[in-house]
């Protein structure tokens, strides 16, 4: 069996940068939790716990110590919160959510009405919808859902950073019709649109792909429906000891690739495992 691994793996800008802040300070004394999973990797936050970093679900459920805002990002309400609480707040959002939050708020201010492409219990729209304070947000999912809004007049378009390009680009074309003036911004994150691309080169030339990564992680979830609609077979594992072995027993040719946030190792384990298999 020849197991084809991708061009690029590993974790993107934000997770590492994330994990990185969250290593320095666990350096110093003191407790420090995660307003959620720091990532969406369950074997990542294992490890994190491992350490002594413990994922919450709430700030009622922290005392003291300090507080780590995820890469996703959160509702800033959230943030103002946990330092009137005393907490020492340590921002882990990625750099390209900002951006996304900060034209969604820009927008809301200039009296565009804001469309939110993206997952709506997704954490970084949460966040991103959460500190718009004027005018009116949709949040859509879906071309189905962009016809059945309302005529916008001044309508302003962000997107999920980890949102499939594909569909963004159809729900676009849907929106321009619904409004006078459509402003658009593309804020889906330049690693996801590699990671896209890598995809669907791969899937091209392969019998079965396997992505690998979190079930809860949405990037990861794009690869994997990306995949599933060029045609070819698709597994969506978190780990090696997820692969069913005779599912790849008769296949000649298998491609893995992974989401932003899954550990390289983990791919190159998963790819070591199933040459065993062979
Ligand atoms: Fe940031 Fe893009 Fe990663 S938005 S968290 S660098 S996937």
């Known amino acids: 069996m020849q197991v084809i691994l991708p061009p690029r793996m590993g974790f993107c800008f934000g997770v590492k940068r994330a994990l990185k802040l969250i290593a320095d300070e666990a350096k110093k004394v003191g407790e420090i939790y995660t307003l959620g999973d720091l ?129 963004f680009r159809n729900i676009v074309k849907d929106l321009v019709e619904k409004s006078e003036e459509c402003r658009v911004f593309n804020t889906i994150c330049e690693v996801i649109k590699q990671r896209q691309k890598d995809a669907k080169n791969l899937a091209k030339k392969v019998e079965a792909m396997i992505v690998v990564g979190g079930h809860n992680s949405s990037n990861t979830y794009q690869l994997f429906k990306l995949c599933q609609n060029i045609g070819v077979k698709t597994y969506f594992i978190e780990k090696e000891g997820n692969l069913v072995e005779k599912e790849y027993k008769n296949l000649n040719k298998v491609g893995i690739i992974g989401g932003t946030s899954t550990p390289k190792e983990t791919l190159e384990r998963v790819k070591k495992k199933l040459l065993s298999i062979d």
């Open 39 to 167: 990532i969406h990797n369950p074997q990542v936050v294992e490890e994190l716990k491992k350490e002594g970093i413990k994922s919450v679900a709430d700030l009622s459920q922290v005392k003291k110590g300090t507080i780590v805002i995820r890469a996703h990002g959160i509702d800033p309400s959230l943030k103002e919160k946990a330092v009137k609480k005393g907490l020492k707040v340590l921002d882990a959002t990625c750099p390209y959510v900002l951006r996304v939050q900060k034209i969604a708020k820009l927008m809301s201010q200039e009296s565009y009405e804001v469309i939110v492409v993206g997952v709506v219990s997704h954490p970084e729209v949460i966040g991103v919808t959460a500190g718009i304070n004027k005018g009116k947000v949709y949040v859509i999912g879906s071309p189905e859902e962009a016809k059945k809004l309302p005529f916008i007049k001044k309508m302003g378009v962000i997107v999920q950073t980890t949102e499939n390009l594909d569909n």
